[in-house]
């Protein structure tokens, strides 16, 4: 049986989808989540094969579903808005789905389906999320290791800090570790607020109270909450630019 998962906002396009589903008697709707909370919960606890998800939702949409998934199942986009067709067939989303649609169409999704089951060589669902997001972030959604999901606005991140191969981000006294490089996250962030003045950290500009002279060529940024971090000679020249 091809395990399915099946997650819109919408009760009618969750219910067409399932119907159309029973019609193929491979398939097996293993969970039907109404947001993008409970779609990281089932494909964390089902490890479903392939995912059925709308883009547009409350709380968490779904490129953030794709980008706190632990698991990369096939992804056929379900959705009204047909503005990231395109890109997403670029990044190998599997299909994107136009609502409203036929089942004569559903069916050669199906068949898409069972044709790139058997490829193991599948992009992972993270790289889709962030190829097709749109930049610069307004928000970045953090899961725990409790499972707990967390939303946080970009205007709210005092600072980034790089953790081995994942991120800590500092927001109103408080960090939260993220599985993320510093790289990646400052790529999608705004430019013109977020500069990477150490190869370690990543600054809200707003949140700097001065700069100062440390040593020769070496300079410790004060933030306003009486933070100090290191500015290398590279991140100065960013900072220059900007402030």
């Excluded at 430019?191 to 950290?201: C, L, P, Q």
């Amino acid at each position: 049986m091809i395990r399915t998962v099946i997650v819109d906002d919408e009760p009618l396009a969750r219910e067409v989808v399932r119907e159309f589903l029973r019609a193929d008697e491979e398939f097996e709707v293993i969970a039907v989540c109404a947001n993008g909370f409970e779609a990281v919960k089932a494909v964390s606890e089902h490890d479903p094969d392939v995912l059925f998800l709308d883009i547009q939702m409350p709380k968490l949409d779904g490129f953030e579903v794709l980008s706190l998934l632990d698991r990369s199942p096939l992804v056929v986009f379900v959705t009204a808005h047909d503005e990231y067709a395109l890109r997403a067939f670029e990044v190998h989303a599997l299909d994107y789905l136009l609502k409203p649609f036929s089942e004569e169409r559903f069916q050669k999704v199906l068949s898409r389906v069972k044709a790139q089951l058997p490829v193991r060589d599948r992009p992972a669902v993270q790289g889709i999320a962030a190829a097709l997001r749109q930049k610069p972030l307004q928000r970045i959604a953090v899961r725990g290791e409790d499972g707990s999901i967390q939303v946080i606005p970009a205007s709210r991140i005092d600072y980034v800090e790089a953790d081995d191969d994942a991120i800590s981000i500092a927001t109103a006294g408080t960090k939260v570790r993220k599985q993320q490089t510093i790289t990646d996250l400052a790529s999608e962030l705004d430019e013109g607020r977020f500069v990477r003045i150490h190869r370690s950290y990543l600054l809200n500009i707003e949140r700097i109270e001065k700069i100062e002279l440390y040593a020769k060529d070496s300079r410790v940024a004060l933030l306003r909450d009486g933070t100090r971090l290191p500015v290398s000679r590279a991140g100065y020249a960013r900072l220059r630019e900007l402030l």
